[in-house]
């Protein structure tokens, strides 16, 4: 069975820090793997995500994640936090083929201070 | 243009009700699907359907039925509406095999008093 495991559900930086958000999957198969972005009272938009080509992998908004297969990671970052970043954020695992099920991790709100 | 819309945006109704909620996508995507997102921001699938047939049925009370009446468009009807249904009804469209990305509509969140 396929699953997300986030690690921190609250993260606090600065203005201007690094933003690194922690995703951990779990899959028989080489996955497919997502991350999405929830801005308040509002659906999900994709940040970034990996299908087996390149394993560093750049999104919108300066987030990018890189698949490391050894650590079972797809960890999201940016390099500089801007006050527009506060939002939940959410990784996602997908086997792909016939039914595309996207299986979400619990998800991590990203509080940005000035 | 939205991509993935659905109506209402807010519903707000008693227990024992049926309510139904509507999505519509202008995409040409072939896959539709209904996600519930619950009070702790959890979210899960419900149903996919794909060209108008269900693909997808998770562990889901039958008293929920989506029906799909052309492959734009995916409603979710709720009978006899209980105290847990109370979550943020999310639908999604993907083009199916291929990209596999899938496209979030703005939700709809349902309150059951």
């Known amino acids: 069975a396929q699953s997300v495991t986030q690690l921190g559900s609250h993260v606090s930086v600065s203005e201007g820090a690094l933003v690194l958000l922690r995703c951990n999957y779990s899959?028989?198969?080489?996955?497919?793997l997502f991350w999405y972005v929830q801005y308040p009272n509002q659906g999900l938009q994709l940040l970034l995500k990996?299908?087996?080509?390149?394993?560093l992998v750049k999104g919108i908004n300066g987030f990018e994640a890189e698949f490391k297969k050894s650590e079972t990671s797809f960890h999201l970052t940016k390099p500089s936090a801007h006050m527009s970043d506060a939002a939940e954020y959410f990784c996602?695992?997908?086997?792909?083929?016939?039914?595309?099920?996207?299986?979400f991790g619990t998800g991590t709100l990203l509080a940005v201070q000035p | 243009d939205t991509a993935v819309s659905q109506t209402p945006k807010y519903l707000v109704t008693q227990m024992g009700n049926d309510k139904s909620i509507k999505c519509e996508q202008n995409?040409?995507?072939?896959?539709m699907y209904w996600y519930k997102q619950d009070s702790k921001k959890f979210l899960k699938i419900m149903f996919s359907y794909n060209n108008k047939e269900l693909i997808i049925n998770e562990t889901v009370p039958n008293r929920f039925s989506p029906k799909s009446p052309d492959k734009a468009h995916l409603n979710l009807h709720i009978n006899s509406l209980e105290l847990g249904d109370s979550a943020v009804y999310f639908c999604?469209?993907?083009?199916?095999?291929?990209?596999?990305?899938?496209?979030f509509g703005p939700g709809t969140r349902l309150t059951v008093t």
């Open positions: 995409l040409g995507h072939d896959t």
């Open positions: 999604a469209s993907s083009q199916g095999s291929g990209s596999y990305e899938q496209y």
């Open positions: 899959s028989s198969v080489p996955p497919y």
């Open positions: 996602a695992v997908m086997r792909g083929g016939a039914t595309n099920k996207l299986i």
């Open positions: 990996y299908t087996s080509a390149a394993t």
